[in-house]
């Protein structure tokens, strides 16, 4: 499985920005696909993820209400849509993907479960 990360940028405190994660390649029946981001100096953290069959989704704290994980069936791409943007949601952010065995996403923020990683997209939010 393939992931392609896309749609960084640099924004201002405040705005919205959605990203992309087209998946391709032989996936699982069923599969997560988890939004990951990496400040510089810091370990790589979960952001948010979605459970590709069912829509459900499970997401950190620090992003609960701002942002939105959805995906896209027919067109195969993942999205997270971030409003209300903060200088600390500066940071490179990653798209995985792991196989389910079940319509709610378990364990999806342990990035060590993912099997695939997209390149990174930058996301820097600066006045």
């Known amino acids: 499985v393939q992931l392609q990360a896309s749609g960084g940028g640099l924004m201002q405190p405040g705005d919205s920005l959605r990203l992309s994660c087209l998946v391709s390649g032989q996936t699982f029946r069923n599969y997560n696909i988890g939004w990951f981001r990496q400040a510089p100096g810091k370990e790589r953290e979960f952001v948010a993820a979605?459970?590709?069959?069912?829509?459900?989704?499970v997401y950190d704290d620090s992003v609960k209400g701002r942002f939105a994980i959805s995906r896209d069936d027919a067109q195969k791409t993942g999205y997270l849509q971030m409003e209300n943007l903060r200088p600390e949601d500066t940071a490179v952010y990653y798209c995985?993907?792991?196989?389910?065995?079940?319509?709610?996403?378990?364990?999806?923020?342990?990035?060590?479960?993912?099997?695939?990683w997209g390149q990174g997209t930058q996301v820097t939010v600066s006045s």
């Open positions: 979605v459970n590709w069959n069912s829509g459900k989704s």
């Open positions: 995985a993907y792991r196989p389910a065995h079940s319509i709610v996403p378990v364990r999806v923020q342990i990035n060590d479960e993912y099997e695939s």
